[in-house]
């Protein structure tokens, strides 16, 4: 996912979820290492459970 932030060290969090049960989840939170600019996130999702449903994207930005 390309970004911008203002400063280096912000954390993106990305989670899917599933839209009947809260408890079907998955969620990585990566840091941005550059300041003032563009940057490409990766988010590695390979130990996602794929036999589960998600429906929707949530992301957040410097959660709490």
């Known amino acids: 996912m390309k ?6 060290g912000a954390k993106v969090l990305l989670k899917v979820e599933n839209s009947s049960n809260g408890g079907i989840n998955f969620e990585k939170e990566v840091t ?3 300041a003032n ?4 996130l990766i988010f590695d999702y390979s130990a996602i459970n794929t036999a589960n ?3 929707n994207i949530v992301l957040i ?4």
């Open 3 to 8: 970004v911008w932030s203002p400063r280096a």
């Open 61 to 64: 930005f410097e959660l709490g």
């Open 53 to 55: 449903d998600y429906h």
């Open 32 to 34: 941005t290492t550059v």
């Open 37 to 40: 600019n563009w940057e490409d």
